[in-house]
């Protein structure tokens, strides 16, 4: 049984933050570097096609990247 607060005092309260799955932790690690380098190829003249099949080969291999060997277990 809890005991009881002081009237007028407030328990203490331990945020956590949510529980995230990896997949989706690696993709928006692997979405966000996507974007970055498509559009960094865009910004230094790299056609749009090749920006983004650079962009998409990269996020996928970030995504595997970050999916497999990315954070605790």
């Known amino acids: 049984m809890e005991t009881a607060a ?3 005092s407030i328990a203490a ?3 956590r933050s ?4 990896r997949g989706v932790t690696s ?3 692997a979405l966000l570097f996507a974007v ?5 190829g865009r910004a230094i003249g790299i ?3 090749m920006s983004m099949l ?7 291999f970030i995504f595997l990247f970050v999916r497999l060997r990315g954070g605790p277990a």
Not at 36 to 40: A, C, E, N
Not at 54 to 60: L, Y
């Open 6 to 8: 002081r009237p007028g």
């Open 13 to 15: 309260v331990h945020f």
């Open 18 to 21: 949510p529980s995230v799955d």
């Open 27 to 29: 993709f928006l690690w």
């Open 36 to 40: 970055f380098i498509w559009l960094g």
């Open 47 to 49: 056609s749009q096609a």
């Open 54 to 60: 650079t962009a998409a080969v990269a996020g996928f």
